[in-house]
């Protein structure tokens, strides 16, 4: 055994023996007749002798690793502590640095409780005493609802209607520290809200307006009442928007759905007929009434001006009358005669000398219109 060089397994040595072929003895069967391949056990003891120079150790030993006959133990030196401090402080460094980037926050825990939200920048979280969990909270997430399941968006209206509706919601996150801690599956909380929402505000709204007028409204009133159910969870979830993309009734009924639109809007558009001859005839009769309204008016006031006149005219007479009796008897006299024989086609004829004075064929009546005629002419 003194004359072995070789490792612990003693293969070194033996150099002039019959078994390796090397002094005319036989050959190995996998050397064959080229060059000599080196043994395993010296590449092993060559990389044992490489590693314990590596490591601070003296070199050409034939000892094994860990010391042997004629080979020196390993002996750590200050440069090897110094480099094991180095290599465990940079990988403590790389486990504890971390950056936030400005669309989003960190959340630092403490022993697993939550310690503080750190904003933009590098930021050092002392590993594994504190740990920390970067979190996207300007970018917008969306979940679409109605769109990717039958009958997931079947909604009821307070007519006993079925509609058919597709919106999405787009959100983003407020509190990271409430969005971590407070909730287990973000999605499916935002899906279910979402809907559970909609279905409350579909619910008291009849499906004309839905399908019409109102479709704003209710995505305002859905993403209100979103928001507020989030709030009360402590989700620290913000509603952007909700995108109403589609409300209309069932596939099934759709057809029979517009007929009966179509037969509202004929319905609509008689009644607007209607109502505008009513308006019509209503105006004239109006107008009628206030003509006939004003006739009477001037009526009353004429009758009432000529009662007033004649009134004024016989107490002008019956004061004239009082002064002078006579004058004014005869005065109303001949106004009377005047007045009744006006109109009468009367001859007054003297007698003659020598009779009558009548010409017995003299058409007095014909020369009377026949100066009425030529009067006229």
Do not use: C
Not at 93 to 116: D, I, K, M, N, W
Not at 182 to 187: K, S, T, W, Y
Not at 214 to 224: N, T
């Amino acid at each position: 055994m003194a004359g072995n060089n070789g490792g612990p397994w003693g293969s070194g040595g033996n150099r002039g023996g019959d078994d390796d072929g090397r002094n005319g003895g036989p050959r190995r069967p996998e050397q064959g007749g080229g060059q000599q391949i080196p043994e395993l056990d010296d590449l092993v003891r060559k990389g044992q002798e490489q590693l314990r120079v590596l490591m601070g150790g003296r070199g050409g030993g034939n000892g094994g690793f860990g010391g042997g006959p004629g080979g020196g133990g390993f002996k750590p030196t200050r440069g090897m502590y110094f480099l094991g401090a180095g290599a465990a402080f940079v990988v403590w460094f790389l486990a504890s640095f971390y950056t936030v980037q400005p669309s989003q926050q960190g959340v630092e825990t403490f022993f697993g409780q939550f310690h503080r939200i750190t904003d933009e920048g590098p930021h050092i979280a002392p590993w594994p005493l504190v740990r920390a969990e970067v979190i996207e909270v300007t970018t917008q997430r969306t979940e679409a609802i109605g769109s990717n399941r039958a009958g997931e968006g079947l909604t009821l209206t307070t007519d006993a209607n079925i509609v058919d509706i597709d919106f999405q919601v787009v959100w983003n996150i407020k509190d990271p520290a409430q969005f971590l801690f407070n909730l287990r599956d973000p999605e499916v909380t935002v899906r279910a809200v979402s809907e559970a929402a909609m279905r409350e505000v579909i619910a008291q709204s009849e499906l004309a307006p839905i399908l019409n007028r109102d479709r704003g409204l209710i995505a305002d009133q859905a993403r209100e009442l979103i928001q507020l159910t989030m709030d009360s969870y402590e989700a620290g979830i913000n509603i952007v928007r909700l995108n109403l993309d589609r409300a209309d009734p069932p596939a099934e009924v759709i057809d029979a759905f517009r007929d009966v639109q179509a037969a509202e809007q004929e319905r609509d558009r008689l009644e607007r007929q209607a109502d505008a001859y009513a308006n019509q005839a209503l105006a004239g009769a109006r107008g009628e009434a206030a003509q006939l309204l004003e006739e009477a008016e001037g009526y009353r006031a004429q009758v009432v001006n000529e009662a007033e006149g004649q009134a004024s005219r016989f107490l002008a007479v019956l004061q004239e009358y009082r002064g002078a009796p006579e004058v004014t008897r005869r005065r109303i006299y001949l106004e009377t005669m005047e007045l009744v024989l006006g109109d009468v086609n009367l001859f007054l004829m003297d007698e003659g000398s020598s009779g009558s004075g009548v010409v017995p064929y003299l058409p007095l009546n014909e020369l009377r219109r026949n100066d009425t005629t030529g009067g006229n002419n």
